[in-house]
């Protein structure tokens, strides 16, 4: 079954991202650690991935890294609480589909999600 995976070290906007998502019928699995995330990609790989910038363990955009040096296709959003200077530029340019601020709008996440999905195979609505 795809999903969408939510992957930030805070519990509280985890829990708001995937409320947010759930009530528009999309399937997804969170993740407070990009170890965690890593390790589940051995069972599947989501269709999506909604990724902190900045988490203490790796960032949003090492993690990016790190996909990309694996040969994984996952289409990634990369969200911020502080804009480091170039790092829209340095996510982008890396592939990311999206590059937003918190606290993050509904509407502007929800077309970053149909941006990303277009960019993969599977549906992850139920």
């Known amino acids: 079954m795809e999903y969408i995976a939510i992957l930030d070290d805070d519990a509280s906007l985890r829990t708001a991202l995937a409320r947010l998502l759930e009530a528009c019928s999309y399937r997804l699995k969170?993740?407070?650690?990009a170890a965690e995330f890593i390790d589940s990609l051995a069972l599947e790989?989501?269709?999506c991935l909604i990724t902190d910038l900045q988490m203490d363990e790796?960032?949003?955009s090492e993690l990016q890294h790190y996909l990309a040096g694996t040969g994984a296709r996952i289409p990634i959003i990369i969200l911020t609480g502080s804009d480091?200077?170039?790092?829209?530029e340095r996510c982008l340019?890396?592939?990311a589909v999206a590059y937003l601020h918190k606290p993050v709008k509904a509407n502007s996440l929800l077309s970053?999600?149909?941006?990303?999905?277009e960019r993969s195979d599977s549906p992850v609505a139920s």
């Open 112 to 117: 970053a999600i149909a941006a990303a999905l």
């Open 58 to 60: 790796m960032t949003g």
């Open 93 to 95: 340019e890396g592939g």
């Open 45 to 47: 790989a989501p269709a």
């Open 84 to 88: 480091e200077p170039g790092a829209r």
């Open 30 to 33: 969170t993740y407070g650690t």
